[in-house]
């Protein structure tokens, strides 16, 4: 982001910021942008997406460049983005369509695509749980277990997590006594009182800050699966840094720090080699643990592939 058109876009108000950015993406991710784009996405009027370009244009005059022959304007060599795109940020955009709300699908780029959404929880249970968080209330849930089958208990949820496979509720559980993770989408229904009644108020033992898994971070390091001929690929593949990659004793490495509730779901999820020794097929797992006695403090360690805690069953065979 250029700093003195930083400074400047501060004095606008927020729809012309947003207006601005939607310019400044497609110049980045697009190429080109048109007038009529703007006015489409926003539902502004001729006079107000003039005033938009020529807005942009003095606060960035070298990014872009109108070709009279279609009227459209088109990035130029020298472009230097107003605003920060980040990649995720950016894909979620060409895969969904620019910014918020209703006007964001028809305008998917087309040739960006991500994996197909299955597991999407229902929306009604989504948002009844979402409003339990945001208003500190405890939740009746209908709910059907792969273990123990449907059963209806009080929950106390804190956050909603994606696992990578699944969409999870992290929370108070009143049946058990302790905090666990609910599958939204397994759960069946969802009902509180949100005016406050004695069920649905909750303790001080049931809320996030009593969450000891949740609260500590853990920093896992992730280094190429020693049995690939080929490291640089790998660390490429996940942002480590390249240098030394020949050297055994100094691998590439990629640290994170996540939440040990977390650590066992997302080591499954990326397939991380989490023996003591490497043991698991280089083929099938990109990335090995090398801090693996780290997931001692982590209590959904057994999901971890090949993890293998004190009494010696590794997850690989679950």
Not at 95 to 111: C, H, K, L, V, Y
Request: proline content about 5%.
């Amino acid at each position: 982001m250029q700093e003195n058109s930083a400074l400047t876009l501060e004095n606008h108000s927020h729809a012309q910021r947003e207006r601005l950015a939607f310019i400044d993406f497609r110049l980045q991710y697009h190429g080109a942008v048109g007038r009529s784009e703007l006015m489409a996405h926003f539902g502004t009027a001729v006079a107000s997406s003039t005033r938009d370009f020529t807005l942009y244009r003095e606060l960035a005059q070298e990014n872009l460049i109108l070709r009279h022959e279609n009227k459209r304007y088109y990035r130029t060599d020298s472009f230097q983005p107003l605003f920060h795109h980040a990649p995720r940020t950016a894909l979620k955009a060409l895969t969904d369509g620019f910014g918020d709300g209703i006007s964001a699908t028809p305008e998917q780029s087309g040739f960006c695509e991500d994996a197909p959404d299955l597991i999407a929880p229902p929306q009604e249970v989504l948002a009844t749980l979402s409003r339990a968080i945001s208003l500190k209330l405890a939740v009746q849930v209908s709910y059907q277990s792969l273990t123990s089958g449907a059963s209806t208990r009080v929950i106390v949820p804190h956050s909603i997590v994606n696992n990578g496979q699944r969409w999870h509720i992290r929370g108070y559980c009143r049946k058990r006594g302790e905090f666990r993770d609910f599958v939204c989408n397994r759960i069946i229904s969802a009902h509180t009182d949100e005016k406050g009644s004695d069920t649905t108020k909750i303790a001080k033992h049931e809320q996030q800050a009593a969450d000891a898994q949740w609260n500590q971070q853990l920093t896992l390091e992730l280094v190429p699966h020693p049995g690939h001929k080929h490291p640089q690929a790998i660390a490429l593949d996940y942002g480590m840094q390249v240098a030394n990659t020949s050297r055994q004793n100094n691998p590439p490495v990629r640290q994170l720090s996540i939440r040990a509730a977390r650590a066992g779901y997302l080591l499954r999820h990326w397939n991380v080699d989490c023996s003591p020794d490497h043991r698991l097929p280089a083929h099938e797992h990109h990335l090995w643990l090398r801090n693996h006695p780290i997931l001692e403090h982590c209590a959904n360690a057994v999901l971890a592939p090949g993890y293998a805690g004190t009494g010696g069953k590794a997850a690989a065979s679950l």
